[in-house]
């Protein structure tokens, strides 16, 4: 800490608390991580580090880290060597296999481990044991707005804030959830760009826009369509772009005409004349327009619609894979480490492939609320094993309860993690496992096609890394031609073969190497990854499933349908920096900052239910009941009627709240933030 | 020599430049021991974030009678040797930006030092609003931004 007097030793690799992935400098002094700084050379984060960043040697020291495997043995857990850990797990996979049927196993994977690596290893190996259940935190986030985006142009663009003459930031807050995107979306507005924030609550980056739009929750989808309609009225639109590369647009405009400033007024609280006058900033900046869309957007009814409202907007505006625009990256074409091709296996009906077939069909993403269900009613058909790493549902997935109910009516839980969760408290096995410092990944930045390589830098026995563990897993359940590679750093070389690009080009290259220079309007050569090969404001794929073909734009149930029993809206998952989720919780230098959740309201909302900042309330929706400490904020931070609550805390769990069964026809995304709610005061503080 | 300046076009008020600071002091993250403020007022949205600029003229270094007060010859920071502090206030009453703050449980006042030349703030500001700079490049930058705003004044006209 401080000044580096003491002899150490220093490595250049990438942060991985978060999904940013800033590149760090990390030191070393007698085996142990000592000092993680930003690392200035690196094109991503150019030396900027947030403080989770160096939490991560809090991290890889903690005293509170499983260090050796436990096994449930009459209601504890005992110690046990991993050799029989592993040994065990093998022959309860085999039994329950053999029982149940080979897709009655599954894995779940979350995100405190590792990242895209991560993902494919565990869709590699549920497939090479003959299962087609891979459940992971994807189908409850990230591909909410991936879908939504794909569904209208084919993938999801990366915003060129840095050339943007307007950065439009929808439902998100940078400077908590992807900390580098505030840097880039600043310098792009200090060359006299604009930035519109649209969100419902006044977060850290709505305190610069020079526009802050605040909207009720839910209904974003409306004022999409008002800023197109407008957007078509007053013929700022990109009329190129729209005859030639766009399917859809005349049944789409005849759609959001009736989203007039007066319709939207009504159903968003937006006034009109605000719509009209941002809808005007947007077309003059045309079409250097980059468009953020954040997870406040996924969690709701009617979610993925909202979504394909605002992608429809790069369609008139011309801004799809534009410098300035929606930036449309290049991959570096690693190899693939699923076996969809070689073993599909989509005959053994995945579990919510035929609910949510979207879900499905593009990200190959089962669906984790349907788990859940499968578990306990053994419908449409056992679901009696699974290996859950690095995920923390009993906290972070929607009606805790449940959850909690079925991961232990599971016949086989087998759990991954550094600490002991509130998950983990439920395995039969815990397992430990390897942090991002202790083992090398590969890592992309789309925004600048660049690839980099974090570091095994310390080791930890027994703690192998995710893959020596499904390796020496696989080996044991007749898979092992599955898992060839030797090390993880032979799988590295592995997934670069063909690139061009070496492990050597990488470590040469601590900044992170260019794989490819930037091209823009590849559609003009290459088409749009879509049915049509173009921009689908209508979708022939969603008609054939059934589903409307246009974004049609559904209210959400509080204001079609309000319960006058429940009568506040309840918001949740508003980031804060020095936590991700459900984790950093245990390292007490947080709780200094942070000590504690609470729900943030309206000062009219606290007068009528009379409570002050530090009350005690309850806080009860259909599905559950929670005490959680009241925060007073400003006038200005939220609307009235409207609150939030952070999630990750176990003392005030939200998720005790929230309902697992009012998820997005498309996408079966759960409602998580406009959840109809009541509030009683519970003690005087 | 170069000091911290801060952009208020910039500042989103995440507090990562405090909690760094009182983390490099104290290896917490209590905001109390932080030598950066970051103030905000969400009725007309201005972030400020506040730290020494270590003046030409330090009227804290003036003002110390126990010669506690320094400037460091290699960063030019003014520094105040704890040792030597008796806590008697007054350089926190001669600053006129109020940036020296008294550490109650030392009893000795405590200011920005700009870490020995690498500023820990500048390093954990993630939106850029904090840079550790020459004042001419401070100078050069701010007329740079000024320049584009008036081009952006007279060009949109339409």
């Known amino acids: 800490m401080g000044d580096a007097s003491g002899k150490k030793d220093h490595y250049t690799s990438l942060c991985r608390m978060c999904d940013n992935r800033c590149g760090i400098n990390v030191y070393v002094e007698d085996g142990t991580i000592v000092e993680i700084t930003g690392l200035k050379e690196h094109k991503w984060n150019r030396g900027r580090l947030c403080v989770k960043g160096r939490l991560a040697v809090d991290l890889v020291n903690a005293p509170d880290r499983i260090k050796k495997p436990l096994k449930r043995i009459n ?33 779940w994977k979350g995100e405190a481990l590792g990242f895209l690596t991560q993902e494919d290893l565990y869709r590699r190996f549920i497939h090479a044991i003959g299962s087609p259940n891979y459940f992971s935190n994807d189908s409850a986030c990230y591909v909410g707005r991936w879908l939504g985006y794909a569904l209208v142009t084919g993938d999801w663009a990366t915003q060129d804030f840095a050339n943007s003459k307007c950065a439009l930031i929808w439902a998100s807050n940078p400077p908590y959830s992807q900390p580098n995107l505030t840097q880039s979306i600043l310098n792009g507005r200090e060359k006299d760009g604009k ?82 006058h941002i809808a005007r900033e947007i077309g003059r900046c045309r079409p250097k327009v980059s468009v953020y869309a954040g997870n406040g957007l996924e969690h709701h009814e009617n979610g993925i619609n909202n979504v394909r409202a605002i992608a429809c907007l790069d369609g008139l505006l011309g801004s799809l894979d534009q410098e300035g625009g929606n930036f449309t990256a290049e991959k570096p074409g690693l190899k693939d480490l699923t076996l969809y091709r070689d073993k599909p296996l989509r005959h053994l009906d995945p579990i919510g492939a035929d609910s949510y077939p979207v879900l499905y069909d593009f990200r190959k993403e089962c669906h984790s609320i349907s788990a859940i269900d499968t578990i306990l009613t053994g419908k449409p058909y056992p679901l009696r094993g699974m290996i859950l790493s690095g995920a923390n549902p009993a906290l972070t997935n929607p009606n805790s309860k449940k959850v909690i109910r ?104 601590p900044e992170g190497y260019q794989y490819k220079p930037r091209r823009y309007r590849k559609y003009l050569e290459e088409g749009l990854p879509t049915p049509s090969g173009k921009f689908e404001f209508a979708s022939r794929y969603l008609k054939d499933y059934g589903y409307p073909e246009l974004p049609e734009y559904i209210p959400p149930t509080y204001m079609s349908a309000p319960n006058p029993d429940f009568p506040y809206i309840l918001v949740t998952g508003a980031r804060k920096v020095f936590y991700t989720h459900g984790r950093n ?101 | ?72 010859e290699s960063t030019g920071a003014i520094e105040i040797i704890s040792d030597r502090c008796a806590g008697c206030k007054m350089c926190i009453l001669a600053c006129p930006f109020g940036n020296i703050h008294f550490d109650k449980i030392n009893l000795v006042s405590r200011k920005c030092n700009l870490c020995q030349g690498e500023p820990n703030c500048v390093s954990f500001c993630i939106s850029g609003a904090l840079q550790y700079t020459t004042d001419q490049n401070s100078y050069q930058n701010n007329r740079e931004i000024f320049q584009r705003f008036i081009e952006n004044l007279s060009s949109v006209n339409h």
Not at chain 1, 456 to 482: H, Q
Not at chain 2, 24 to 35: A, E, L, V
Request: glycine share 4%; net charge negative.
């Open chain 1, 75 to 107: 209601g504890q857990f005992e110690e046990i060597s991993l050799d029989q850990a592993y040994d065990e797990i093998a022959e309860k996979i085999k039994q329950v296999q053999a029982t149940w049927g080979e897709r009655a196993m599954s894995v």
């Open chain 1, 195 to 276: 930035l519109i924030v649209i969100d419902v609550r006044l977060s850290a980056i709505a305190r610069q826009a020079d526009e802050f739009v605040q909207v009720l929750p839910g209904t974003d989808g409306a004022l999409a369509h008002g800023i197109a309609r407008q957007l078509i009225e007053e013929d700022t639109i990109d009329h190129t772009f729209i005859d030639d590369f766009t399917i859809g647009f005349t049944s789409y405009s005849r759609y959001v005409n009736q989203f007039t400033p007066e319709r939207v007024e009504r159903e968003t609280g937006v006034p009109a004349e605000t719509i009209i």
């Open chain 1, 406 to 509: 079925a991961l232990k009516a599971l016949d086989l839980f087998v759990v991954r993690d550094l600490f002991m969760t509130e998950t983990a408290e439920l395995a039969d096995y815990v397992l430990p496992a390897a942090t991002f410092l202790e083992h090398p990944e590969l890592h992309c930045h789309p925004i600048h096609q660049i690839i980099s390589l974090s570091k095994e830098i310390v080791t930890f026995p027994g703690c192998d890394n995710e893959y020596i563990f499904l390796k020496k897993l696989a080996a044991r359940l007749g898979a092992g031609s599955s898992f060839p590679w030797k090390d993880r750093e032979t799988l590295n070389d592995w997934l670069l073969e063909g690139t061009g690009i070496t492990i050597e080009k990488l470590l040469d290259h």
């Open chain 1, 585 to 685: 919780r245990n390292f007490k230098r947080c709780r200094t900052a942070i000590p504690n959740p609470d729900i943030e309201m309206h000062p009219v909302d606290a007068r009528k239910i009379g409570v002050e900042t530090g009350d005690i309330v309850t806080v009860t929706s259909t599905v559950g009941s929670v005490d959680i400490p009241v925060k007073v904020v400003t006038p200005a931070n939220i609307l009235p009627g409207v609150t939030q609550v952070t999630h990750g805390w176990k003392e005030s769990n939200i998720n005790l709240l929230t309902p697992d069964d009012r998820n997005d026809p498309i996408d079966g995304f759960p409602l998580m933030k406009s959840v109809e709610i009541s509030i009683t005061p519970k003690v005087k503080s």
């Open chain 2, 1 to 72: 020599m170069r000091f911290i300046t801060m952009d208020i076009t910039k500042c989103v008020v995440c507090r990562n430049c405090e909690y760094a600071c009182a983390f490099r002091q104290t290896g917490d993250f209590n905001r109390d021991d932080s030598n950066i403020r970051v103030e905000y007022h969400d009725d007309v949205k201005i972030c400020l974030p506040q730290t020494c600029m270590h003046c030409d003229d330090a009227w804290c270094l003036e003002i110390c009678p126990a010669a506690a007060i320094y400037r460091n």
